[in-house]
């Protein structure tokens, strides 16, 4: 079966820097996707990696590395507004999104 | 550009009633999807479309039915609400013309609860 594992929630300060860890078994692999998703409001778009490496935009960074099934999106500079879900998806070989449960972000002063 | 609009935000249903789900976006996009999101779930499928007139089931179409006559609207029926089916409902749209994989815009989302 097609699988995407994310920690159900993290807990990080202020200004510090957090990674989200995403692992995934799909059937095919054509890219990878991050979205921001806040409460009560709809999933937006961060990143997208279908090569194996860092894709850096501004405090964002997301890593792939398709040998292993695995992404992380890193966060810099943590700010309180980045207090959301951050939902991990990755593109099968029918070109469809399937979606992790998401992590919930919560950033303390 | 308005992007992708959802009506209603918000809905209670009573078991066996029907409704219909509105959807819409002024981007001209080809492809536009139907999902629903449980709490503390991820985004599951309902159904999706490649075009005007065509559409095609998702992981989860059972008890909903879509139309796909214009570009533009895309509704989501659903015939006999069932408490199952309480959840947040998302429109989403993308361009399809490329030929290239790319990022799928969302709507703000329908909040529908069966009693």
């Known amino acids: 079966g097609q699988n995407i594992d994310q920690p159900t929630e993290m807990t990080a300060t202020e200004g510090a820097i957090v990674q989200i860890n995403c692992t995934y078994q799909?059937?095919?692999?054509?890219?990878l996707f991050w979205y921001q998703q806040h409460a009560g409001e709809a999933p937006t778009f961060l990143s997208y990696?279908?090569l194996d490496g860092l894709e850096e935009k501004g405090r964002f960074s997301s890593f792939l590395s398709r040998s292993k099934g695995y992404s992380y999106l890193l966060l810099k500079e943590l700010q309180m507004k980045d207090s959301a879900s951050y939902l991990c998806a990755v593109m099968d070989s029918n070109y469809q999104l399937i979606w992790g449960a998401g992590t919930k972000l919560i950033i303390k002063p | 550009n308005a992007g992708v609009t959802q009506t209603p935000k918000f809905r209670i249903l009573k078991i066996g009633q029907s409704m219909t789900l509105q959807c819409t976006q002024d981007?001209?996009?080809?492809?536009m999807y139907w999902y629903r999101q449980d709490p503390g779930m991820g985004l599951k499928l309902i159904y999706y479309?490649?075009?005007?007139?065509?559409?095609d089931k998702g992981e989860v179409p059972n008890g909903y039915n879509v139309s796909r006559s214009t570009t533009e609207d895309f509704p989501l029926r659903l015939e006999l609400a069932a408490p199952s089916q309480t959840s947040v409902y998302f429109c989403?749209?993308?361009?399809?013309?490329?030929?290239?994989?790319?990022?799928?815009?969302f709507g703000p989302g329908t909040r529908l609860l069966v009693l």
């Open positions: 990696n279908v």
């Open positions: 989403a749209s993308r361009p399809g013309t490329s030929g290239e994989v790319e990022t799928q815009y």
């Open positions: 799909t059937s095919g692999f054509n890219g």
């Open positions: 981007m001209n996009h080809n492809y």
């Open positions: 479309s490649v075009g005007a007139g065509i559409t």
